[in-house]
C-alpha cells in the first residue's frame, strides 16, 4: 500500500528511489524500522519523475532524514529539482484526477540538492565499484530518469524504470499509450 518506492540497502548505506505521497510516509517509515534500516543511512533520495505519486513524500520524509543525516541529498537533474520546487501546476492538474489522495505539497531548501545532469554515474556507497547511472528515459515526462546499478564488471544488475514504459510523453502531440503502473 505504499505508490511508487523502493529501498536499495547494504549494511550501512540506502539509496530511496521515488517515496511516493506525503500520504504513505508513515507506511514508508514502518517498512524501514521493520527491516532494521536506519534513517541515518540514508545517502540519497532518487525521483525517477517530478509526479506527487512518485516523490511527494519527500516533503515529509527529507527533515525527518535530515535531521539524523544532514549529508542526505535527493540526486536529480535540475529540472526535477525546478518542478519540485514548483509542485502547484502539477498537484492541481492531480487534483482534478485523483482527489486528496494527492497529499501535500512543500518546499525543500537548495541544501537538499545535489543536482546532476542526465546521465550522471556516481559511486554507491558502501559497495566498492558498483556505479550508479541516471538514465534519461523520457517518455511518462520529459524529465523522467532511471536509475540503474552496475557491477564493477559492467553489468547492469538492477534498472528502477518507475514509469518509463507508462504514459507516453511527446511534446507537440497527444498521444497515450496504457500506463504501466511501477513495479
Known sequence: NITSSYVFSNTNHSIIFDCGTTDNTRKLLQYLWKSNISLESIEYFIPSHHHF????GIFNLYPLVAEKNPNVKVLCT???ADHLNDPLPHLERAKRTYGDFV?????????AFEIVKPGTKIDIPG????????????????DHQSPTVWSPEGEAI???IAEAAGIHYHPTKFITIPTSMPP
Open 53 to 56: 505519486d512518485h516523490f511527494y
Open 78 to 80: 535540475q529540472a526535477i
Open 103 to 111: 497529499g501535500k505539497i512543500g518546499h525543500l531548501p537548495e541544501q
Open 127 to 142: 559497495l566498492s565499484g558498483y556505479i550508479l547511472e541516471l538514465i534519461p528515459t523520457p517518455g511518462h515526462e520529459p
Open 158 to 160: 538492477f534498472c528502477y
